[in-house]
Every structure is written in C-alpha cells, then in structure tokens.
DNA sequence: ATCTGTGAAGCACTTCACAGCG
DNA sequence: CGCTGTGAAGTGCTTCACAGAT
C-alpha cells in the first residue's frame, strides 16, 4: 500500500508531541489529546496510524512510549543517519554548531566550501575540505543526506553534485527551487518564504482573515 | 472569494523564481517554463493565479516584473514588516545576523532574551532587553510578527505573551507545537521534523520509493 | 500558432459514524 | 463505557480540455 505524502509528513509531529508527554511522564495517551496538543482531529491521526498498523487499545488509547517506538521505526529514526554540509558561510556555521541533530540520529560527518578563508579550518571538530573534493570524500565515507546553505547562485550546481555522489534527500537552506531527479527527496528550509504566507493574512489591516481549506502543512 | 491557503502557500515561491528570471534579463514567462522551474504542472499556476486576478497575455505569458509585482501586492510584501526576536542563544544570533530578511522588507526591531549574559548586550546593533519588557516595549513600538528561538519548554510561555501584546503572526524556531487562537498565524521552522520527512523514503535501502500523492507543499 | 483563463471532471485527503473490543 | 480502527461519505484541491485572445 501507498502511503500518502502527506502521512508521513505528520509522523515527525505525533513524535515530537509523544516526546513532550513522556518527558511529562504520561503513559497512555488518547487521540483526542494528542489532537488537542498538536491541532490535529482525533480522526486523522487514528487514519493516519491505521496505514501503518494498529497501535492502540480500544478504550484506553496509546502507550506513549510504545507509539513513539513505533513511529520512530516507521520513520526510519532507529538507526543514525550521516549527513554532508555544503556551505561553511556564517549559516553553515550555525548548522555546524545546532545541538538538535544528534538526538534525533542525524551528523554531520563532512564539511565544504570554497572559501580559501574557510576551507582548512575546523569548525566543530569538522575540518572543511574544499568543494572539488566531495565527490571523492563521499567515494570513501559516503553519506545520506546532503545540507546546502550556499548561495542560490550556487546552489543547482551544488545538488547536481551531491546527487551524482550518490546522495538521495537534500535539506536545502537556499532561497531557491532546485532540480532534481525523481526518486531524490528535497526539503526546503526558507524563513523568508514562511514569512511571506503569514503576511498575506496580516495585511488585511486588522482583518478578521483566517486561514482558508486545509492546513497546508507548514502546520504550527 | 475565499483563497485556499495551498495557494497562497505557492505564491511565495512564484515571487521568488520571478525574480530569478528577472534577475536572468528575462522579460516574458509561460506557466509552462514557470512551472518547470518550480516542478510545478502549468494549469496549476495558471488556476492560482486566476483567483487574483488577469495576468497574462494570451499567445505570450506573463511579463516578469509585472507578475512579480502583482504577486508581492498581494502578498503584502510593498510594505515593510516589523518583527521582535525572542531567545538570543545561538539560534537566535544567527536569526540576527541573517541578511535574507532585510531585502525582502522584514525587519527585527527588538530583541529579548533572560540570560543575564546576553540582555544589555548588543548584536547587529540592537540591544538585548530582557523578557519582563517584552509587554512595555511592544506597547511603545509594535510588531507585525514575532520571531521564537528559544527553548521548547519556553516557547509556548513565550508565544502566549506575544499574542497578547497583539502580535499576530508567529515564526517559530522552537521543535513543538503552540496553541495559538484563531486568526493568529503560525509557521514552523524545523530542520529535523523535514529530516524526518525524508528518512521514510531513504530507509527502503536503495528501495525505489516515491513520495506519493499530492506534492505537501513543503515541496523542494 | 501559442498561451491564458476557467468550468467541469477527477482525484486525494479528511471527516464521519459506528462496529467492535478492552 | 470509552476509545480505536475503518469503510463510506464528504470536501477541496488539482488537472483537464477548450474557448478565446493576440
């Protein structure tokens, strides 16, 4: 069976809430209350873990610790995963030092620039190695996902790069639409765009507009 | 005529391709070259559009700037846009030193923080104050939008204080959820939760899944 | 001859509503 | 008796296909 893209991209928000209750040290969690937590309808989240198998106990609900088990196997999270960073500039560096990827299972194993500057030095115990050596660094220590924080310009160039090494799922931080083959995931990550579809609903001076239709995803 | 928030969502993304093609000296765009650059079908563009208005010219297209203009109006980017950062930890120094905000008209007016160590302190010339000001401070000079970068726990405090000092519109760097009333607008950004996104289709080892169905807009 | 704008058809996701189980 | 799991119904977005303009 298919699943829905869109699944699949409420999956990481079901495990972040279940996250936040077992921290809390709740057990045993409803739909209803997860909805609550997340703004989502009991109903599509029942559906959506429905594709996947059945988790709950009718009359009570889910064990937290045992979904977010199962939600982090179906996501693939039970297992690390490697990553190329591509664009050491003053953006990279914050990606470089984010504490938020290694819990999750996800490291950064290499870094590339071009910059003179910045090619050779070490940031985060990564030394940067310059661009024209990535695809024999990932020849020899290859990785699965690819994060670009180049200028737009550069940036088409960079993924054809990564793609022909092999890489399949960008996490791209450049204001722009690459490219790529089928099969190849990309996500995008532009502050600037987000901003840009909440101001819509601003400039209605005071305007009582809300959102309309679906939740487009970019969900809270 | 209510809009679907899917369209407005894309308008974004149309802004920016045209002014690649602007930039490029192009004068003139199809639905058919605008939507290859976008991986998005020409009659989807065409029916976004067609909500706002008659843009194009039959047999030709679209001229670039004019459409490029038409879609910043509506979006309400010929205005500047006023914002306040909360949380000046490493994220939110980053946020500050961004220069992707400033040419599109968004631009951070305060900053606040609670660390002893970081209120007082100046980035990018703008003094830190502390959080207990956030109410004052936004009283005397208002914000179109707030900016949260600190932790989760925090943020929901963060974000409610926020609402309350009549921001309505919300960039939320923090990994959770908010509950925010009606008519406030929320977007997320958060690297792992699209890792996450990807990592389903990367786990079926060298496996030839696909994203199925419906593009979820977070689309590339 | 080409490309837009759009009603209508198609399709995918969401919500309903209820059987069934603990 | 509460809550899950799920076919069926409902809804809204996407794509089609063509009239119409240049």
Request: hydrophobic share 45%; aromatic share 8%; glycine share 10%.
């Amino acid at each position: 069976m298919e699943i829905p893209g869109v699944v699949i991209a409420r999956l990481p928000l079901y495990a972040q809430a279940l996250e936040a209750l077992a921290q809390k040290g709740e057990e045993v969690v409803s739909s209803q209350r997860l909805g609550e937590a997340l703004g989502i309808t009991p109903a599509q989240i029942r559906k959506d873990l429905s594709y996947f198998g059945r988790f709950g106990k009718q009359g009570r609900g889910y064990n937290v610790a045992g979904l977010l088990g199962s939600i982090r196997q179906i996501l693939g999270l039970d297992r690390q995963w490697r990553m190329a960073l591509v664009g050491v500039g003053r953006l990279g560096r914050a990606i470089l030092s984010y504490e938020g990827f290694a819990p999750q299972g996800f490291h950064i194993v290499h870094a590339f620039d071009v910059d003179p500057e910045v090619v050779g030095r070490k940031f985060e115990s990564l030394v940067v190695r310059h661009v024209r050596e990535l695809e024999e660094t990932l020849a020899q220590e290859p990785v699965d996902i690819g994060v670009v924080a180049v200028p737009p310009e550069a940036a088409q160039e960079v993924i054809d790069r990564l793609v022909r090494a092999g890489v399949r799922a960008i996490l791209n931080y450049a204001p722009m639409t690459p490219r790529v083959p089928p099969g190849v995931q990309v996500r995008r990550i532009d502050p600037v765009v987000l901003l840009e579809t909440m101001t819509y609903y601003l400039k209605g001076q005071e305007g009582v507009r809300f959102l309309q239709g679906r939740d487009p995803l970019f969900l809270r």
